[in-house]
């Protein structure tokens, strides 16, 4: 089992911490990734496809060592998107990305069938 966590920038300014951890069966070269050139997500989509997806999303507060990655202060709420990722019935990945509020916001559209349901 691999794990990372990494901050990510935009413009300077931490706007995801990100804390993985990886099936080493299934990707064993992934710590071998320059993650300062590419995502965790854009090598795990290039080495194997993904079947399933599981989102959790929840308000919290930050802890001590969330407050100082983000440099955020005790009080500022933050997004929690947990995500557990499937490949061939095996899991390849749990990770949970943290955003801070004032620097996020969480947007999905999706096509619908005629009768309102997800299409595929």
Same mark, same amino acid.
């Given at each position: 089992?691999?794990?990372?966590?990494?901050?990510?920038?935009e413009?300077?300014?931490? &706007?995801q911490?990100?804390?993985?951890?990886v099936?080493?069966?299934?990707?064993?070269?992934?710590?071998?990734q320059?993650?300062? @050139?590419?995502?965790?997500?854009?090598?795990?989509?290039?080495? =194997?496809?993904?079947?399933?997806?599981e989102?959790t &999303?929840?308000?919290?507060?930050?802890? =001590?060592? @969330?407050q100082r990655?983000l440099g955020?202060?005790?009080?500022e709420p933050?997004l929690?998107?947990?995500?557990?990722?499937w490949?061939?019935? @095996?899991?390849v990945?749990?990770?949970t990305?943290?955003?801070p509020?004032?620097r996020?916001?969480l947007y999905s559209r999706?096509?619908?069938?005629?009768?309102?349901?997800?299409?595929q």
């Amino acid at each position: 089992l691999y794990h990372i966590a990494l901050v990510h920038e935009e413009n300077g300014v931490p &706007v995801q911490l990100e804390d993985r951890h990886v099936n080493a069966e299934l990707v064993p070269d992934f710590l071998a990734q320059d993650f300062s @050139q590419t995502t965790p997500t854009a090598v795990l989509l290039a080495a =194997l496809p993904v079947d399933e997806l599981e989102h959790t &999303v929840e308000a919290v507060l930050p802890n =001590l060592e @969330q407050q100082r990655l983000l440099g955020i202060d005790a009080l500022e709420p933050c997004l929690a998107l947990h995500r557990r990722s499937w490949s061939r019935g @095996q899991v390849v990945t749990i990770a949970t990305l943290t955003y801070p509020a004032s620097r996020y916001a969480l947007y999905s559209r999706y096509k619908t069938s005629a009768k309102g349901t997800l299409t595929q």
